[in-house]
């Protein structure tokens, strides 16, 4: 079963979007259910509502490109009672997994047993799932222990990620680089150092756009289409570097302009204005932002020190306890 879940996990990988990261965690896992795992029909919609509420519930509600909760169940024993009306009795072997993707490596499994009677055969499987508890301590440990494993593979592989992502960012695959940058949970002690990457990134992308809207309105004013080269210009992102430029040359237009032309495009002229002031206050925003960053990695770094200088010492003074003994 584990080589068709792979197989399809593959697969899964080029139609999941990554959206946001927890807010807790900020560790992503998509709940996944294989095609060939053994349920009856009936009993597949109850099976993906539980793998959801393991997620949700445990903080990895949000969608990743690269680690998924899935699981495979086995049939125990299954009996039909003599009573009437009879009734079905299932009893599952549950195995979930959280698999790495890219990798095809299984992060973390636990397994569960459940029992479920029902009516029907349908209706004893879903009752069996039904008695699954996200919130178990068996369960919320296996989904902690995931999220410390993902946290350390991730570790691992910061260098390679961030040599792949140069790598796109270099032959201007900017979107792409962002997409494995943006898999790098905020838990690893280099996030600081990926963030800037990613803004860098992020702005290279701008820039490149930028720079094609740049030419446009170079070659429209050339043409004295003052309007369609405001129109382009209007494409400059505030973020990009090369947005100063782009109001330097909407300054140059307004003094081409008469006043009937600028009383025209005035609405033009406004809009660029107001992007002009929103780069500055973006600019202004992340200068503090960083500023907070650079605080709290000083003060993590210190507090880090003080405790292994507290732990230091306790082994020390172990160590003289155990000598004057």
């Known amino acids: 079963m584990l080589k068709k879940l792979f197989g399809a996990l593959v697969l899964l990988t080029t139609v999941l979007t990554a959206t946001a990261q927890a807010p807790e965690s900020k560790i992503c896992i998509t709940p996944y259910l294989c095609e060939e795992v053994a ?3 009936g009993a597949l919609n109850s099976m993906n509502n539980k793998l959801l509420q393991m997620a949700t519930q445990n903080n990895f509600g949000s969608r990743s490109n690269d680690f998924v909760l899935t699981v495979n169940t086995t049939v125990a024993d299954k009996q039909i009672t003599a009573s009437v009306p009879a009734q079905y009795i299932v009893d599952l072997e549950l195995t979930f997994y959280v698999v790495g993707i890219a990798e095809q490596v299984i992060v973390n499994q636990t397994a569960v047993s459940v029992r479920g009677i029902g009516r029907t055969n349908d209706r004893a499987y879903i009752s069996a799932i039904n008695h699954i508890n996200p919130r178990t301590p068996a369960l919320r440990r296996f989904m902690t222990e995931a999220r410390e494993k993902i946290v350390d593979y991730y570790a691992t592989r910061v260098p390679v990620l961030c040599s792949k992502a140069q790598s796109l960012a270099d032959r201007g695959e900017y979107e792409e680089a962002l997409g494995v ?36 309105a170079k070659s429209k004013m050339v043409l004295k289409d003052y309007e369609g080269a405001l129109e382009e210009l209007g494409y400059v992102d505030p973020m990009s570097s090369r947005f100063d430029e782009a109001c330097k040359m909407v300054d140059t237009i307004k003094a081409t302009l008469d006043a009937r032309e600028q009383a025209e495009m005035a609405a033009r002229l406004e809009q660029m204005e107001m992007q002009r002031e929103m780069a500055q206050k973006m600019h202004d925003d992340e200068m503090m932002m960083r500023k907070k960053q650079l605080e709290a990695s000083q003060k993590s770094a210190s507090e880090r020190a003080s405790a292994q200088m507290d732990s230091t010492t306790n082994s020390l003074q172990s160590w003289l306890f155990g000598k004057l003994q």
């Open 39 to 41: 349920l009856p029909q």
């Open 181 to 216: 940058l943006g898999t790098i949970p905020e838990s690893v002690e280099e996030y600081p150092m990926i963030a800037e990457k990613m803004t860098a990134t992020y702005v290279q992308m701008l820039d490149k756009y930028a720079t094609v809207s740049l030419q446009t």
